[in-house]
């Protein structure tokens, strides 16, 4: 996993840290939908 320095997140800006959150968020619904549908 890579490591931003605080310099570096702030070149970058809000807006893909959000997208990432939003991505990891989806993605661990969809796991979690999955798993209720496959073991319930």
Not at 16 to 21: E, G, K, L, Q, S
Not at 22 to 31: E, I, K, P, W
């Amino acid at each position: 996993m890579s490591h931003l320095a605080f310099g570096e997140f702030t070149k970058v800006g809000w807006k893909p840290v959000a997208v990432y959150f939003l991505a990891t968020l989806a993605n661990t619904v969809l796991a979690l939908g999955a798993a209720w549908l496959l073991f319930a």
